[in-house]
């Protein structure tokens, strides 16, 4: 499916699944690939008998525009009303992040009901994480993507996944968020 972010940005996006499905996921895909690289996640999440939207945000895939933090949170917006038009009430939406796509949920469940929200590999801030991999001068250049002051205004179940050899978000990150 073809979506349009509030500034104009085509976006691009698959849609599994029918209205009939007792939930709609909507996956926020990590900073490594598109959603061409999500098909292990896809079929787990349609097993289990929720819809799909698998987002791919402005500059990933076939999407347009350029990647930026406010675009990103506009991309996952514009794909939150997708749903809301195919007919889901918010408490039949899921929100999934994965890595990057964590601080994209937490932002959007933060101001948006939803049924749940699941974080996978999630982190405090860009800043945590540029502090990791460039210990000194990493969390002065960078900011970004604060799930850690937004969090706490998610007013849904919460469910974070991490595991413990992750490379770049360090497992302590995801305990941090928690």
Request: aromatic residues 8%; proline residues 5%; hydrophobic residues 45%.
């Amino acid at each position: 499916v073809w979506l349009w972010a509030a500034d104009g940005v085509r976006l691009h996006a698959w849609w599994i699944g029918s209205r009939d499905a007792p939930l709609a996921t909507l996956y926020l895909h990590g900073n490594g690939g598109n959603i061409t690289h999500r098909a292990d996640h896809a079929r787990a999440i349609t097993a289990a008998g929720s819809a799909l939207l698998l987002l791919d945000y402005r500059g990933y895939g076939r999407s347009e525009g350029r990647p930026t933090e406010e675009g990103l949170y506009a991309d996952a917006e514009a794909a939150y009303q997708h749903l809301r038009k195919e007919g889901f009430r918010p408490e039949r939406i899921v929100l999934h992040g994965e890595s990057l796509g964590s601080g994209v949920a937490v932002e959007l469940a933060s101001h948006r009901p939803c049924a749940g929200v699941i974080l996978e590999a999630p982190f405090p801030s860009v800043q945590a994480v540029a502090g990791r991999i460039l210990p000194v001068l990493g969390p002065l250049m960078i900011r970004g993507f604060d799930s850690k002051s937004r969090i706490r205004n998610i007013r849904a179940p919460v469910l974070i996944v991490h595991g413990d050899r992750d490379e770049v978000v360090d497992f302590d990150m995801g305990r941090e968020l928690f």
